[in-house]
């Protein structure tokens, strides 16, 4: 019967145990020498060793960049985000996108593989905004589970700059609510199309990069509409 594990870890640390299985972290990358001796009930003992190499991982998430500030509800956002390998060897992981993480809402999942050691790699997301509540701003935030023997997780985790604003469709001017001043603001922007002067997205209310009496009349149809 096996009464006592003896682990000499070859970095200086030394442990006892009654168990055959333990953990150890090692602070540096290198190779070590692991040496494990066993004693038995009977007085007999054995010692197995093995040369292991241990290396730094530490994924960096260094960027998230939404393309807009505000958002009509019901269109597409385009998100990237931006990963940097900073261990010291090539890692496949997934990166988790949410637009509220407090709350779990995701946005999307992707799978990273083969992010060689230096690499920065640009991930892209889109975010239909089609299920998400109007008349709330949100901070969307990448994150990373830390990998196994990860050390440094605080830069696991980026949020963007600032929150996104969902409106709803007509709010041209983000008072939460749709009246003559969005109106207004149709009208001055009427017979421009994009790329011109005075074009505004807000304005084009059914995406059809011009702004004409459709615009006009979809602003007024949910005129009175607050939220």
């Known amino acids: 019967l096996i009464q006592l594990y003896h682990w000499d870890f070859g970095d200086g640390e030394k442990a006892n145990t009654t168990e055959p299985i333990i ?3 090692y602070l540096q990358s290198g190779l070590y020498n692991v040496t494990l001796t066993v004693f038995d009930s009977e007085g007999l003992i054995d010692i197995a060793s093995k040369t292991i190499y241990v290396c730094h991982r530490d994924i960096s998430i ?34 988790i996108l949410y637009y509220n993480i407090t ?21 892209i997301f889109v975010w239909d905004t089609s299920c998400v509540q109007p008349g709330r701003s949100y901070v969307v935030t990448a994150y990373v589970p830390p990998l196994l023997g990860e050390r440094n997780i605080s830069d696991n985790v980026f949020s963007c700059d600032s929150p996104i604003t969902v409106k709803l469709v007509g709010d041209v001017n983000g ?18 199309i994009a790329g011109m002067e005075g074009y505004s ?27």
């Open 175 to 192: 008072d939460f609510k749709i009246d003559i001043w969005d109106v207004a603001a149709v009208s001055r922007a009427f017979g421009k």
């Open 201 to 227: 997205w807000e304005a084009d209310i059914n995406e059809d990069l011009k702004i004409d009496i459709l615009d006009v009349a979809l602003v007024s149809r949910a005129f009175g509409t607050f939220y």
């Open 62 to 95: 260094v960027d998230v960049h939404v393309s807009v500030g505000q958002v009509y509800v019901g269109r597409k956002v385009s998100i990237n985000v931006t990963v940097l390998n900073n261990g010291e060897k090539a890692e496949d992981f997934q990166l």
């Open 103 to 123: 709350g779990g809402d995701l946005i999307g999942i992707s799978d990273v593989y083969g992010l060689n050691p230096g690499e920065l790699r640009v991930l």
């Open 23 to 25: 953990t150890h972290v």
